[in-house]
T-cell receptor, first 113, second 112 residues
Framework: KQEVTQIPAALSVPEGENLVLNCSFT??????LQWFRQDPGKGLTSLLL?????REQTSGRLNASLDKSSGRSTLYIAASQPGDSATYLC????????????FGRGTSLIVHP | DGGITQSPKYLFRKEGQNVTLSCEQN?????MYWYRQDPGQGLRLIYY???????QKGDIAEGYSVSREKKESFPLTVTSAQKNPTAFYLC???????????FGPGTRLTVL
C-alpha cells in the first residue's frame, strides 16, 4: 500500500528565503504526482502536476521535481512571501489498478515579514 | 466562470439523521471525487465516479452513499451508519481519472 510522507510537518521562515518542501512515496509505480496549496478552512488549489515521465515542472516562483527511482518529489518556492503561508500537500496517483490517490499530511508553512 | 461549487458551507447533523452534501461542476469533467479531511491527517477518498451512472468505493465508503445521474453533479449522503461523521468534506473533479484534480471549497459537517 502506497504511503506518502511530507517533511517537515511545519516550517516558519522569514520573508525572502528560498524553500524546499519534501514529499516521499514508498511505491514508485505512480502515474503522476500533484502538489496543492490549502488555506485554513478552504479547499485545495492545484499548484503543479508532474507526469511520471517528467523530471520537473515550473510555474512562476514554484518548481516541482520528481525522482521516481528514489521515491521523492520536492517543491521549491523561490523568494518566499507572507502570502505563501498555507499548508502544502502532495498526492501520488497510482499507475495501475483501481484509482485511489494517496495524499500526504502536508507541510504547514508560515512566512513572516 | 468555471469551477466546482459545494453547498452548504457548514452543516449540522443530529444523531440518526441522514444528510446530503451537494457538489456541482461546470468544467465538463468526466471524473468526480469525494474526500474526507480530518485534522492532522491526509485526505481520504470516500467515493469516485469516472462517468455518469457509475461510481466506485474508495478507502472509507462505509456509512456513505453517492449518485451520479448527471455529469455535473455528484451528491454525497452521510447516513446514520457513519459513526464519526464530523469532518471537512471536499469534492473534486478531473477531466478523466488520474488527470489534474480541481477542488471545491468544502463543507464542514458537525454532529450535534
Amino acid at each position: 500500500k502506497q504511503e506518502v510522507t511530507q517533511i517537515p510537518a511545519a516550517l516558519s521562515v522569514p520573508e525572502g528565503e528560498n524553500l524546499v518542501l519534501n514529499c516521499s512515496f514508498t511505491d514508485s509505480a505512480i502515474y503522476n504526482l500533484q502538489w496543492f496549496r490549502q488555506d485554513p478552512g478552504k479547499g485545495l488549489t492545484s499548484l503543479l502536476l508532474i507526469q511520471s515521465s517528467q523530471r520537473e515542472q515550473t510555474s512562476g516562483r514554484l518548481n516541482a521535481s520528481l525522482d521516481k527511482s528514489s521515491g521523492r518529489s520536492t517543491l521549491y518556492i523561490a523568494a518566499s512571501q507572507p502570502g505563501d503561508s498555507a499548508t502544502y500537500l502532495c498526492a501520488a496517483n497510482p499507475s495501475g489498478g483501481s484509482y485511489i490517490p494517496t495524499f500526504g499530511r502536508g507541510t504547514s508553512l508560515i512566512v513572516h515579514p | 466562470d468555471g469551477g466546482i461549487t459545494q453547498s452548504p458551507k457548514y452543516l449540522f447533523r443530529k444523531e440518526g439523521q441522514n444528510v446530503t452534501l451537494s457538489c456541482e461542476q461546470n468544467l465538463n469533467h468526466d471524473a468526480m471525487y469525494w474526500y474526507r479531511q480530518d485534522p492532522g491527517q491526509g485526505l481520504r477518498l470516500i467515493y469516485y465516479s469516472q462517468i455518469v451512472n457509475d461510481f466506485q468505493k474508495g478507502d472509507i465508503a462505509e456509512g456513505y452513499s453517492v449518485s451520479r445521474e448527471k455529469k455535473e453533479s455528484f451528491p454525497l449522503t452521510v447516513t446514520s451508519a457513519q459513526k464519526n461523521p464530523t469532518a471537512f468534506y471536499l469534492c473534486a473533479s478531473s477531466q478523466r481519472e488520474r488527470d489534474e484534480q480541481f477542488f471545491g471549497p468544502g463543507t464542514r459537517l458537525t454532529v450535534l
